[in-house]
DNA sequence: GGTGTTGTTCGATCATTGTCGAACAAGGGT
DNA sequence: ACCCTTGTTCGACAATGATCGAACAACACC
């Protein structure tokens, strides 16, 4: 199974947005940008576990994460240093937690 | 027709993504980055009109655009300060026209 | 008033996508 | 070898969204 982990200057700039515009995936950007790598299992919010394998699916088919296998669990992690330097200040933009203000 | 402009702070981060990952909407914020104010009309992307029509309604009620009707044309412009602001980065992040690197 | 321009709205259609359960695959442990 | 844990893949289904033509509304101009 290849991960199928693109250059990031391959993928156009609306299937990044795309990616992040979804509420799962935001959250499981934004764990992953506090805790830095982490095992598929532990972000559970609220959706099956085939939902979750494939929200990771368009993350990292949209060049966003990586992945690696350790074990039975695959590790995730942020692609930051790529990010910030393709697109500077997106992820800075769209990681911060914004009150109902 | 009330022109349905929300405050950006009241609109999800995950909505104003939506709406910019749209190859036809990337295009019309990118022309109004450039060019300032524009007639809906100048934006001709090789979409009817009724679709036009559609993403500037996406646009608007994403709160990245501002519309004032102008004798039988309305004006479009974006919204740039309040963005800048409250996402500071995404635009410039996203509105550089990339080359296929 | 009539005509033309400019946009919006209304169905309708078609593609995309988020979601799930179930089946499957790969490892680790006992 | 057996089982359990961890993920992925496979249909299937429902909801969303992009698109269009046609009808409608608002305004300007003659």
Known sequence: ME???PDLTAVPVTNVL????????LQI???LAEGGEAAC?????????ATRSHHLKVL????LT???AAGTSRLVRLRRDEL???YPGLLDAVLTQRPPA
């Open 3 to 5: 991960p199928h982990e």
């Open 18 to 25: 795309a990616a992040l515009a979804d509420d799962v995936r």
């Open 29 to 31: 950007v934004r764990a």
């Open 41 to 49: 299992g532990s972000f559970d919010f609220g959706v099956s576990k």
């Open 60 to 63: 990292r088919e949209a060049g």
């Open 66 to 68: 990586r992945t690696r």
């Open 84 to 86: 910030d330097k393709l």
